[in-house]
C-alpha cells in the first residue's frame, strides 16, 4: 500500500512565493491549489483503488444501476454513440465505463500519412521533447528517461522527437486505439504512485506523468519508433491491453514481443489496443522528424478516436507499403536498434534509483 511520502515532499510541490508584482489572486490561487493537492500526498493511493476495482464491478442490480445513473448525470456523459445506450443492460459500472463505440461511430482518418487520435479527450500539450525533457504545465516538466523506465535503448530513438499529451475526462470514451499501424516490440509496466491525474495536479505536482504507474508500450512503425504511454492515476490502478502485459508488481516488469516463440503483435491503425478502467492520460512519442503536429493541436482542444492530429514525414530510402511489408514479416533490418535486455531491466536498480522512479 502506497502511503504519502510525509511533509518534505508535500512541501517541494508547494509554490514560490509570488513575486510582489504579480496580482495577489495569482498567489492565492496557487497556494489554494496545493492546500486542495495536499490529501493526495497522505491517501493510501493504491488501496484507494482496489477498494474502488471492487466498488466498480459488483453487480448487485440497485447498486450498479444507481451508479450508472448517477455517473450519466454528474459529469454528462452522451451514450448516443455507445454500442448499448441503455444503462441498465451493463452488468456492471466498469462495464458502462469501458463501453464500446456503435459501429461507425468514429472514422478513421483514411489519408495513410496521417497521424491519428488514439483516443476521446483533450489535447494538453503538443510539441517536441527538448533537451530530453517533456512539459507538463508552466514552470513543471519531467524527463523522457523517467517517462520510458531508463530503457537506454529505447530513449534515445525518441530524443528530440515529438509528443502529444491526451487527458480523458470521466465522461470520455475511455478505450485506446492505434495512431497507426506498428508492430509490438517491448511492453514495460512501471510501478508508481496513483495521484490523481487533472488540470490542478498538473500545475502542482512535480513529474506527476513520471511518478505515477503506467504502462509503456513500444512500437516499430512506419514512422520509426512509437511510443503509447498509458498513464494511472487515482482509482485507475488498473490498465488493459489486447496483447499480454508484463503484470502488475512490486518492481519493474518487462515483456519483449520479438523474442523467439513469441506471437508477432500487429496493429492496424485506429485497432484498439488498450483500455482505462476509469480514466486518466496517454502520452504518445514519436522520433525526430517523424511527425509534425496538426496547427489546430493546439492546448486544451479536444480530440476524437480516428481524426486527424498530425502528418507522418516521409522515411528516407524506402517506401511505406515496403517498410509495412518488412516489418510484418519480421525483417531484421526494420528492428528497433540495440535495446537494455529483459533481465538488465528487471534486475538493475540502479536504473530505477538513477530515474528518481517511485
Known amino acids: ?79 448516443g454513440a455507445a454500442q448499448t445506450a441503455e444503462t441498465a443492460a451493463y452488468p456492471h459500472f466498469n462495464a458502462f465505463f469501458t463501453r464500446a463505440l456503435r459501429p461507425g461511430a468514429r472514422t478513421v482518418a483514411g489519408d495513410s500519412d496521417a497521424v491519428c487520435s488514439p483516443v476521446d479527450g483533450t489535447a494538453y500539450h503538443a510539441g517536441q521533447i527538448e533537451a530530453g525533457r517533456l512539459f507538463q504545465a508552466k514552470g513543471r516538466d519531467y524527463t523522457l528517461s523517467e517517462l520510458l523506465a531508463c530503457d537506454s535503448g529505447w530513449v534515445p530513438r525518441f530524443m528530440a522527437g515529438s509528443y502529444v499529451t491526451l487527458y480523458l475526462a470521466p465522461r470520455d470514451y475511455h478505450r485506446v486505439h492505434m495512431p497507426i499501424a506498428g508492430r509490438l516490440e517491448r511492453a514495460i509496466y512501471v510501478p508508481g504512485r496513483l495521484f490523481a491525474v487533472n488540470p490542478r495536479t498538473t500545475r502542482v505536482v512535480p513529474r506527476l506523468y513520471a511518478r505515477n504507474e503506467r504502462l509503456v508500450s513500444l512500437f516499430e512503425t512506419e514512422a520509426g519508433p512509437m511510443a503509447i504511454v498509458m498513464v494511472g492515476a487515482l482509482f485507475v490502478g488498473n490498465l488493459e491491453a489486447v496483447f499480454p502485459i508484463p503484470h502488475a508488481g512490486p518492481g519493474l516488469r518487462v515483456m519483449d514481443y520479438d523474442r523467439p516463440g513469441t506471437t508477432p503483435v500487429w496493429l492496424e491503425k485506429g ?51 515496403a517498410r509495412q511489408a518488412g516489418m510484418r514479416a519480421g525483417n531484421p533490418a526494420d528492428a528497433p536498434g540495440p535495446r537494455t535486455s529483459h533481465k538488465e531491466l528487471k534486475e538493475s536498480r540502479s536504473h530505477i534509483k538513477a530515474c528518481n522512479l517511485p
Open 271 to 321: 485497432a484498439e489496443m488498450g483500455r482505462f478502467n476509469m480514466g486518466s492520460t496517454v502520452i504518445i512519442l514519436f522520433g525526430p522528424g517523424a511527425v509534425c503536429w496538426a496547427p489546430a493541436l493546439l492546448s486544451h482542444s479536444r480530440v476524437r478516436v480516428g481524426e486527424s492530429i498530425g502528418i507522418r514525414g516521409s522515411r528516407e530510402g524506402r517506401t511505406e507499403p
Open 1 to 79: 500500500m502506497a502511503v504519502g511520502t510525509g511533509p518534505e515532499e508535500a512541501a517541494a510541490a508547494l509554490p514560490a512565493a509570488a513575486d510582489p508584482r504579480l496580482p495577489a489572486l495569482a498567489s492565492r490561487r496557487g497556494r489554494g491549489e496545493w492546500l486542495k493537492t495536499l490529501p493526495l500526498y497522505l491517501l493510501p493511493q493504491h488501496l484507494c483503488s482496489r477498494l474502488m476495482y471492487l466498488a466498480t464491478r459488483a453487480r448487485f442490480r440497485p447498486w450498479k444501476d444507481w451508479q450508472i445513473r448517477w455517473f450519466v448525470a454528474r459529469y454528462g456523459v452522451d451514450l
